[in-house]
């Protein structure tokens, strides 16, 4: 396999987390930003879509006090946008309907965060929720593992679109490897055709809370029966990618496009590249 990466646009969204192309257009959240923004391909137009329980907050956030989005995950009608959960500040989720995102709630995750914490005993350092999709009935949250047990994960639940009711099934540990005796952490992760695909960031630092200097980033697939890593490639070695969502695929390649955190306060843009993956479906018989 080969990779190859270029630059697409600029976009207005400082601290880009996360990404769905759904219809031609591109939706993005950050994780100091208030709002929801949607771009029309086709248009070259962005509009920007303010959180209503978030109207009163500034559009972008100091570091202590944002709600760090984290996760932008389809289900249904709808997008999903999840905070991190690791502070009480960031246990929150914010529901879109695609065909007016000005219309959106909140939504109290913090029940469903408490869970994973007592039922597989994790300190609240350990619980950085940073991707996720949704099957059916099921959703997973992916764990980014830069706590100080560096517990790499997916969390899968059964839950309703409200998130009243929950089961958690199940918490299975994800092995990455290291840059430098550095953890790769997960950072985002999408679902295509049975097919689970992570990208992973190697941060020198064991608090969530923490920015570190960034090692490098890697795409990875996922068996989703037991979860190992069937295939790995190093994206790139400075760039902190943190957003992933699939775009599409030719005979021998695959194309995902990426959103980068610039771990820069002072910033007010983000950046979106596009990831060909070359010759991975060639590999497989596809």
């Given at each position: 396999m080969?990779?190859?990466?270029?630059?697409?646009?600029?976009v207005?969204?400082?601290?880009?987390?996360?990404?769905?192309?759904?219809?031609?257009?591109?939706?993005?959240?950050?994780?100091?930003?208030?709002?929801?923004?949607?771009?029309?391909?086709?248009?070259?137009?962005?509009?920007?879509?303010?959180i209503?329980?978030?109207?009163?907050?500034?559009?972008?956030?100091?570091?202590?006090?944002?709600?760090?989005?984290?996760?932008?995950?389809?289900?249904?009608?709808?997008?999903?946008?999840?905070?991190?959960?690791?502070?009480?500040?960031?246990?929150?989720?914010?529901?879109?309907?695609?065909?007016?995102?000005?219309?959106?709630?909140?939504?109290?995750?913090?029940?469903?965060?408490?869970?994973?914490?007592?039922?597989?005993?994790?300190?609240?350092?350990?619980?950085n929720?940073?991707?996720g999709?949704?099957?059916?009935?099921?959703l997973?949250?992916?764990?980014r593992?830069?706590?100080?047990?560096?517990?790499?994960?997916?969390?899968?639940?059964?839950?309703?679109?409200?998130?009243?009711?929950?089961k958690?099934?199940?918490?299975?540990?994800?092995?990455?490897?290291?840059?430098?005796?550095?953890?790769?952490?997960?950072?985002?992760?999408?679902?295509?055709n049975?097919?689970?695909?992570?990208?992973?960031?190697?941060?020198?630092?064991?608090?969530?809370?923490?920015?570190?200097?960034n090692?490098?980033?890697?795409?990875?697939?996922?068996?989703?029966n037991?979860?190992?890593?069937?295939?790995?490639?190093?994206?790139?070695?400075?760039?902190?990618?943190?957003?992933?969502?699939?775009v599409?695929a030719?005979?021998e390649?695959?194309?995902?496009w990426?959103?980068?955190?610039?771990?820069?306060?002072?910033?007010?843009?983000?950046?979106?590249?596009?990831?060909?993956?070359?010759?991975?479906?060639?590999?497989?018989?596809?």
């Amino acid at each position: 396999m080969e990779k190859y990466l270029h630059k697409l646009f600029t976009v207005p969204v400082p601290s880009c987390s996360g990404l769905q192309l759904i219809d031609k257009k591109l939706y993005l959240i950050g994780d100091n930003y208030n709002a929801l923004y949607s771009l029309d391909i086709s248009k070259n137009q962005g509009i920007e879509h303010p959180i209503k329980a978030l109207t009163e907050r500034p559009r972008i956030e100091i570091k202590a006090e944002k709600k760090d989005l984290e996760v932008l995950l389809k289900i249904d009608g709808n997008l999903l946008a999840l905070g991190s959960g690791s502070r009480p500040l960031r246990q929150n989720g914010y529901l879109f309907e695609i065909k007016n995102p000005n219309k959106n709630k909140e939504i109290d995750l913090s029940q469903i965060y408490k869970t994973f914490l007592d039922v597989y005993r994790l300190s609240a350092e350990d619980l950085n929720i940073e991707g996720g999709f949704m099957v059916g009935e099921i959703l997973f949250l992916f764990n980014r593992g830069n706590g100080p047990k560096a517990q790499n994960g997916v969390f899968t639940i059964s839950c309703n679109l409200s998130f009243t009711e929950f089961k958690l099934l199940s918490f299975n540990l994800i092995s990455l490897p290291k840059i430098d005796n550095i953890q790769a952490t997960i950072t985002d992760a999408c679902y295509h055709n049975s097919r689970v695909y992570i990208t992973a960031a190697c941060e020198d630092t064991i608090d969530p809370y923490v920015d570190g200097v960034n090692k490098g980033s890697y795409w990875a697939e996922l068996d989703p029966n037991t979860w190992n890593t069937s295939r790995i490639i190093k994206i790139d070695d400075t760039l902190k990618v943190e957003g992933l969502t699939y775009v599409g695929a030719s005979h021998e390649d695959m194309f995902f496009w990426i959103c980068v955190d610039n771990d820069d306060e002072s910033s007010q843009e983000g950046s979106i590249y596009e990831l060909k993956i070359s010759g991975v479906n060639k590999s497989i018989g596809l």
